[in-house]
Structures are given as structure tokens and as C-alpha cells.
């Protein structure tokens, strides 16, 4: 079995940053979509409405007045309160996924630069402080402007 490695020895990546943010989005839509109604229909007083099929087809023909061709009851808010719930899903949706891209990114790119994760050091069992110590005595010319300080490495002052 030929398995592609990383530059530093571990495998590659199940999902790209990208992958992870098209797919996100596409998932935000359909749930800005569903939840959208519901919650302008809660925050109108008539109860959680959520979409059907058979509710958007009635939507896009009548957009001014979505509530008017609801297939089902109860029915969602007024248009605008409708749109507004819409677009407050759909953002708050797209800044958490934008916040769990970062994260996955940030990560990715620590191990393309051969940093040690929290999983790594603790199966060799290191703490980060020991780690830190540990490299600049091991690695004096990667680390010629550091210095460490109470276990952490510090940029020396220009």
C-alpha cells in the first residue's frame, strides 16, 4: 500500500480547509433555509414553522408575502422579519464554520512546519515546557535568536 506523507512523516490530511469551507457552506444555506422560518415564525408569535419542499416552491412565487403560501401552519413572520432570521442564521453559521476552518488550518499548518501537537507530546510523553527546552538544547541553530526564559522560549530584545 503507497501511502503519501507530510513533510514531517505523518499522513496527509483527510480534508482540505477549502473542502471543509465549500461543503460548510452549502450546509448553512439548506439550514438558513429550514431554521429561517421557524424562527421568524417564533419571533412573530405564530410558533416554529420550518420549511418543506412545498413551502419554498410557494415562497419563490409570492416573496413579498412568503407566509401567504405556507403549505402548513404555523406560519412564519412578515417578509421582512423572515428575511432578517434568514440572513442571522445563515452569518452566524458562516462565523462559527469560518472560526472551526481557522482552527483546522492553524493546525494543519503547525504540523506542516514540524511542530509537535498536543497529541504528539503527549504520547512521548513531554509537557510543551519540557518540549520547548528540549529543542533549543537539541537544535542551538534553529533557535540562535531565542532564548529560554522559566521554560518558554522568548525572542531576545533588538
Known amino acids: 500500500m503507497n501511502v503519501q506523507r507530510t513533510g514531517d512523516g505523518g499522513p496527509p490530511p483527510i480534508l482540505r480547509v477549502s473542502t471543509v469551507f465549500s461543503s460548510g457552506i452549502v450546509v448553512a444555506v439548506l439550514v438558513a433555509l429550514w431554521a429561517g422560518p421557524g424562527l421568524s ?18 415562497w419563490l412565487h409570492t416573496p413579498a408575502d412568503p407566509a401567504s403560501s405556507w403549505a402548513h401552519r404555523p406560519v412564519p413572520g412578515p417578509a421582512a422579519l423572515l428575511y432578517g432570521a434568514v440572513l442571522v442564521v445563515f452569518v452566524t453559521e458562516v462565523v462559527v464554520l469560518t472560526w472551526v476552518c481557522l482552527v483546522i488550518g492553524q493546525r494543519a499548518a503547525s504540523r506542516g512546519a514540524g511542530l509537535a501537537g498536543p497529541g504528539m507530546l503527549r504520547a ?28 518558554r522560549i522568548r525572542k531576545e530584545p533588538a
Open 41 to 58: 415564525g417564533v419571533l412573530a408569535g405564530h410558533g416554529w414553522s420550518p420549511t418543506t419542499g412545498t413551502d419554498v416552491a410557494g
Open 124 to 151: 512521548s510523553g513531554l509537557s510543551s515546557r519540557a518540549a520547548a527546552r528540549k529543542s533549543v538544547g537539541e537544535f542551538p541553530n534553529l533557535a540562535t535568536d531565542a532564548v529560554v526564559r522559566g521554560g
